[in-house]
């Protein structure tokens, strides 16, 4: 099975910040990644998919780069409404999530 | 708009079964991959498994492999995720979500509202 490990668990930001948040693969899945935003009892959002393309209706301060086994989620300019945790999720064959990052304001 | 709505709390005793559904609607059953995933309490993401709608074909995580079952019926737009001999550790939200693409893997769009399940004695 791949293993997604995300970086940091916990990520203490202020509004205005720009954060980065690192997945790291086991092994190769090219740029079959996806990354999601969860708020507490909703369900997972889809941020961007294939590494770094946006998802419809998505702000732009969110972006994702990356390829093979390392890839990051940075959001340039944080809002109020960006708090929350952050997970990826390969598609290359598990489909495995990361851990989580839960981004908090400092 | 594309909605999945999925059944209610369950509440089972170890070593029981669960039978969650999610009826999907707003968009061609049969055109994308369903995929169940779950959430412990105060835990992370976790992927289940996915069905085909159209072929029935299916693809479970090696973790739940013996223990998962996933099913459709397309006459009612309606995917289902049997999950047998319950243990404690069951206890999570189970989530049923598209694919965003038909035919391809692209991330999972649109999410059901989740389903409690809780596996108590």
């Known amino acids: 099975d791949i293993q997604m490990t995300q970086s940091p668990s916990t990520l203490s930001a202020s509004v205005g910040d720009r954060v980065t948040i690192t997945c790291r693969a086991s092994?190769?899945?090219?740029?079959?990644l996806a990354w999601y935003q969860q708020k507490p009892g909703k369900a997972p959002k889809l941020l961007i998919y294939k590494a770094s393309s946006s998802e419809s209706g998505v702000p732009s301060r969110f972006s994702g780069s990356g390829s093979g086994t390392e890839f990051t989620l940075t959001i340039t300019g944080l809002q109020p409404d960006d708090f929350a945790t952050y997970y990826c999720?390969?598609?290359?064959?598990?489909?495995?999530f990361g851990q989580g990052t839960k981004l908090e304001i400092k | 708009q594309v909605h999945l709505v999925q059944s209610g709390a369950e509440v089972k005793k170890p070593g029981a079964s669960v039978k969650v559904s999610c009826k999907a609607s707003?968009?061609?059953?049969?055109?994308?991959?369903l995929h169940w995933v779950r959430q412990a309490p105060g835990q992370g993401l976790e992927w289940m498994g996915w069905i085909n709608p159209s072929s029935g074909d299916t693809n479970y995580a090696q973790r739940f492999q013996g223990r998962v079952t996933m099913t459709r019926d397309t006459s009612i737009s309606t995917a289902y995720m049997d999950l047998s001999r319950l243990r404690s550790d069951d206890t999570a939200v189970y989530y049923c979500a598209r694919e965003r693409g038909s035919g391809t893997s692209s991330g999972l769009t649109f999410w059901g509202q989740g389903t409690l399940v809780t596996v108590s004695s």
């Open positions: 707003g968009y061609t059953f049969i055109g994308y991959y």
């Open positions: 999720q390969e598609y290359n064959s598990d489909y495995s």
């Open positions: 092994e190769s899945i090219s740029r079959w």
